[in-house]
């Protein structure tokens, strides 16, 4: 957990292990395996699976665009990271979209 909380905070200093926690568990087994536990941005499917999954069926988000936008944003930022960690992709979603408090 402490590394989770360690990553996310290389890009949003105030995370709280109480609201990474939350996307830990939500990721569940997903988290266990190497390639699961990362996001490619290089990968349409994989991003259409955030999209699909992350904000739309978790924060109910009917704009599909602004999804897509806030997906190709959080890619930018975390362009520097060869690995980029599926917990801190999820957050970053979260926190541009303003849903940090619905998880």
């Not at 568990?25 to 997903?30: D, E, F, M, P, S």
């Not at 994989?46 to 806030?70: Q, Y």
């Not at 926190?95 to 619905?102: E, N, S, W």
Request: aromatic share 6%.
């Amino acid at each position: 957990m402490a590394d989770y909380l360690a990553d996310v905070q290389k890009y949003d200093a105030t995370a709280t292990a109480e609201t990474v926690d939350k996307i830990v568990k939500h990721l569940g087994i997903a988290l266990r395996n190497r390639d699961s536990s990362l996001v490619s941005c290089s990968d349409p499917d994989e991003l259409a699976r955030v999209r699909e999954k992350w904000c739309k069926k978790k924060f109910g988000e009917t704009d599909s665009a602004r999804c897509d936008s806030i997906i190709e944003m959080v890619c930018e930022t975390m362009a520097g990271d060869n690995s980029k960690s599926r917990v801190t992709f999820y957050y970053l979603v979260a926190k541009h979209l303003g849903k940090l408090t619905a998880l």
